[in-house]
């Protein structure tokens, strides 16, 4: 007697669905198809960080140290100034870590005066307009 391997039959059954799959024809009648109302596609306006920063009137500054990190953000919105700064841990603590210490908070800037720029700028003015115009040159 013969004997048979067990790949055959896997292998008819696997021949007879493809041809079954193909011989099967699709219906005559197309998919009924739902009109879709045209609209008008608004306009996309995509800005940068800085045009919108410039709209809202506020300046963020940042400094990093050698490796890339941020260490200070000074942030100018208005008429206020603030500078928010990291707080370096001491030795291994982690940040968040119980002997790391609380978050550190943001520094307002308070009354910032500029002792004598606004006297020297009005004298250098005051220069300027006192000097008489060059005469004209002698004809010849």
Do not use: C
Request: net charge positive; aromatic share 2%; charged share 25%.
């Amino acid at each position: 007697m013969k004997r048979i391997s067990p790949l055959w039959p896997a292998l008819l059954l696997t021949l007879s669905a493809h041809t079954a799959l193909a011989q099967s024809t699709p219906g005559q009648a197309p998919p009924k198809l739902e009109k879709i109302e045209e609209v008008a596609d608004d306009a996309v306006t995509i800005t940068s960080k800085q045009q919108q920063q410039q709209k809202s009137g506020t300046q963020i500054t940042e400094r990093r140290d050698n490796s890339g990190n941020v260490v200070e953000t000074t942030v100018k919105s208005g008429p206020s100034t603030y500078t928010l700064s990291n707080k370096q841990p001491t030795g291994t603590a982690l940040p968040g870590d119980r002997t790391a210490g609380p978050l550190r908070g943001a520094q307002w800037t308070v009354m910032e005066f500029d002792l004598g720029q606004k006297k020297k700028k009005a004298a250098e003015e005051e220069a300027t307009d006192n000097v008489p115009p060059p005469p004209p040159p002698p004809a010849r």
